[in-house]
């Protein structure tokens, strides 16, 4: 259970940073499409910089330094590649789908071919770094003890440093959109641009932060999720990672309490169809009523084999369970009122 | 209405009619993409001391030059039979990403209704044995079952945007995982009788052609020697066409066409506007569960059926392919055999520069990029004209300025008739 709570925390990481992300944009009126494309290129950026800087002496004895720097760049870079969805959804008024769908689509094309060009390998690897004694050490985990009750286990046990860093912004974040004026400026520029530029807000300046922040936050999750999840590996994409979180956003109703408990559920169900057979089947089959029905009805084991030993059961119980929880939810749904209409200030 | 026009004016209207313009702003996102792909090749010649000007430039050349760039009559040849064969399965998910975006659905599960497509033509392909019906009867069944099985898979966004106004986007990204679990798990129960064993790799399903099941190709693969191009790149013609058809001249289609431009107006119109949602998905979804069925169908082709977790790029790909040609389904034809006929000269760059495969893929993002500034350079075209011939004012055509507004929506009027229609049933 821990292990499974553990992985859960590994997983959800990414998909609450991003989702957020996606608040950001579209919050501040700009459907952000293109946190994939983000995730993907901020992720490159921060492998590429782990890529150079890790054989640097300084750095094998400080690798969560490195890890530091690493995710900042990542940040940065991905609040940059963010930059050309805004030029073209708020200078040029494109429609935003079609903007976020090119994004989505340079940023593999982009990296896979720089990776191609300049390191000669289909995918860059930073998991392990080569220390001053040439022996492999662990780039990622911040901390490792295995002393300690389950409950810190989950928390300070093989966790990464990323992970305390994501809770730290995920709450700063919330709290600043919420309780400051900028951040209810930006939130009523989403709602009724022409209302909000009537008193005085420059809505371009609040979407262009919106989108930015966005930017920099799906950076920040695409390299979470390629040094932690994908094991360090950069090869072009975030296995959909950004598309999962814009459906958590919207499962989440575009506040950042629904998007962290829709990241941890859907974390969890991911995570038990990794670990069911150690997490569920194992503690179900040592009981001694369950051994009897299996022993008793072969046509139940034979359902119970075919079905519930099965990966692809449990892989389909995320997306279904998001599925109909949305169904159900969707009456209360309420996205920003003027998100993916380009501003115009004549229309009021 | 306005046909009292001069010549001049008719001369003047050439650009200013919304299809030229169309193709001219096309036209120029291809430009511009092509020329920051150069610019791009340049940037890494400058950059990087291993590779020379010389080689960005013939880079740039292989690339524009598509499966010519092959060599010698025969390899063109085979090169360019497999190009439009590669095409078929785009331009159908092309036409089903179109036709969901005429009626103002952003279809991102063509790759779900994909897989699902694949699944059913494969299952019914190699599930019956062909000593049992004719080879052709399977292959149209086959066919058939994974357009069917495209349309249900189609029809889930659809009806949860109908039914419970879930946007259709995140379902479409939910389903495509569902459908790619479901197709791994499908055949993973029934890997005896589908998976091909003969060769080392067991990721695959066997070819269909093993059961005797394969498109005709009325000699297009003797044509194009070696390559696997078969009648499909036809049918996907004849659908492209009967696509537009049903768009631009049929009650059904004007209606899709209504509720994408304005959902409550056409509501208010008398139609029936959450049906049409669920029709346009379902039949997106067979759009595309039909390329991949064709594709399957070839005979010869590999289908890796473990696949949970990675979704077809053909998919995806659909989405440029259909904003490149502004949702014409005609237009769809030529944009994907432009995608794969830059995708073709990118296959040769690996062997012949310091460069690769990705550039293309490149190339085609940054049109797309400027793709979604076509209404900006339409506007500007339009502009352009219109400063052009300013003595074009009704005012001084000795007319009596009657209330006839210059821009009409052209909606307006048939949106009328076709409540009236509906008003007689």
Not at chain 1, 145 to 169: C, E, H, M, R, W
Request: net charge positive; glycine share 8%.
């Amino acid at each position: 259970m821990v292990f499974l709570l553990q992985k859960t925390l590994i997983f959800a990481i990414p998909l609450l940073i991003v989702a957020l992300a996606g608040m950001f944009a579209e919050r501040s009126g700009i459907i952000n499409i293109a946190l994939d494309g983000i995730m993907i290129f901020g992720a490159f950026a921060g492998a590429m910089a782990a890529f150079y800087l890790r054989s640097n002496p300084f750095f094998v004895s400080h690798n969560q330094l490195l890890f530091l720097i690493c995710l900042v760049i990542a940040s940065l870079f991905g609040a940059l590649f963010s930059l050309l969805l805004s030029f073209s959804a708020i200078n040029l008024k494109a429609d935003h789908t079609i903007g976020g769908t090119a994004l989505n689509l340079l940023a593999p094309a982009i990296t896979l071919f720089l990776t191609k060009v300049l390191f000669n390998k289909d995918k860059l690897e930073m998991a392990t770094m080569v220390n001053a004694e040439g022996q492999r050490t662990d780039f990622g985990y911040a901390i490792l003890k295995d002393d300690l009750n389950p409950v810190a286990q989950i928390f300070f046990d093989k966790t990464y440093i990323s992970t305390f860093i994501a809770i730290g912004v995920f709450i700063l974040l919330s709290f600043w959109i919420y309780k400051t004026k900028t951040g209810l400026r930006l939130r009523s520029c989403g709602e009724h641009p022409q209302a909000a530029a009537s008193v005085g807000i420059n809505v371009k300046a609040m979407r262009y932060l919106g989108t930015t922040i966005s930017g920099a936050l799906a950076g920040f999750g695409g390299y979470a999720f390629v040094a932690t999840v994908a094991n360090g590996t950069a090869e072009g994409t975030v296995a959909g990672m950004g598309f999962l979180a814009l459906a958590i956003m919207i499962f989440g109703n575009w506040k950042p309490l629904g998007i962290a408990l829709g990241s941890l559920l859907f974390g969890f169900l991911k995570c038990l169809a990794v670990t069911y057979e150690r997490s569920l089947i194992e503690p179900l089959e040592s009981t001694a009523w369950m051994q009897k029905i299996l022993e008793n009805s072969p046509a139940f084991t034979n359902f119970y084999n075919t079905v519930f030993k099965n990966m692809y059961f449990y892989n389909l119980i995320p997306f279904v369970t998001v599925l109909i929880v949305l169904a159900f939810t969707s009456k209360k749904s309420r996205a920003p009122k003027a998100e993916g209409i380009p501003y115009d200030k004549g229309a009021r | 209405m306005k046909k009292t026009t001069t010549v001049n004016e008719n001369k003047t209207s050439f650009f200013q009619h919304p299809a030229v313009q169309s193709v001219v702003a096309s036209l120029i996102c291809i430009l511009g993409g092509l020329l920051v792909g150069f610019l791009v090749l340049l940037f890494m010649a400058i950059f990087s001391k291993d590779i020379s000007f010389s080689e960005a430039i013939s880079g740039i050349f292989i690339v524009l030059s598509g499966p010519f760039a092959a060599g010698n009559a025969k390899d063109i040849l085979f090169s360019f039979g497999n190009m439009l064969f590669t095409a078929t399965p785009l331009i159908m998910t092309g036409l089903s990403v179109s036709l969901a975006f005429k009626t103002g659905l952003f279809n991102i599960g063509a790759p779900g209704q994909y897989l699902m497509g694949a699944m059913g033509a494969l299952l019914v392909g190699l599930g019956i044995p062909q000593e049992s019906m004719p080879t052709w009867l399977i292959w149209l069944l086959a066919l058939l079952v994974g357009t069917l099985l495209g349309m249900i898979w189609g029809a889930i966004p659809g009806f949860f945007k109908a039914k419970f106004n879930v946007n259709e986007v995140i379902v479409c990204i939910l389903t495509n995982w569902m459908a790619a679990n479901i197709v791994s798990w499908v055949f993973a129960a029934n890997k005896e009788q589908y998976v091909n064993y003969a060769e080392t790799k067991t990721n695959f399903i066997r070819k269909t052609i093993s059961n005797g099941v394969s498109t005709a190709t009325f000699g297009l693969d003797k044509l194009f020697k070696g390559s696997y191009l078969d009648a499909s790149i036809i049918i996907v013609c004849v659908i492209a066409v009967l696509l537009y058809v049903m768009l631009n001249k049929t009650t059904f289609g004007y209606e899709l066409k209504a509720c994408g431009y304005n959902r409550n107006a056409s509501k208010y119109a008398g139609m029936n506007e959450k049906r049409n949602i669920v029709l346009s998905m379902a039949i997106a979804g067979a759009l595309a569960a039909c390329g991949a069925a064709l594709w399957c169908l070839n005979g010869k082709q590999d289908f890796k059926w473990d696949t949970y977790q990675s979704l077809p790029a053909d998919g995806f790909n659909g989405i440029p392919a259909a904003l490149l040609a502004s949702n014409n389904p005609i237009g769809v034809i030529f944009s994907s055999i432009f995608l794969r006929y830059i995708d073709k000269g990118g296959s040769y760059l690996a062997g012949r520069t310091s460069f690769n495969e990705y550039v293309p893929q490149l190339i085609v993002a940054v049109i797309i990029y400027f793709a979604g500034f076509s209404k900006f350079i339409k506007d500007f075209l339009s502009r352009k004209k219109k400063n052009a011939a300013p003595a074009k004012s009704p005012l001084l055509e000795n007319k009596v300025p009657v209330a006839e507004p210059v821009s009409v929506p052209p909606v307006t009027e048939p949106t009328a008739s076709v409540a009236g229609e509906e008003a007689d049933k």
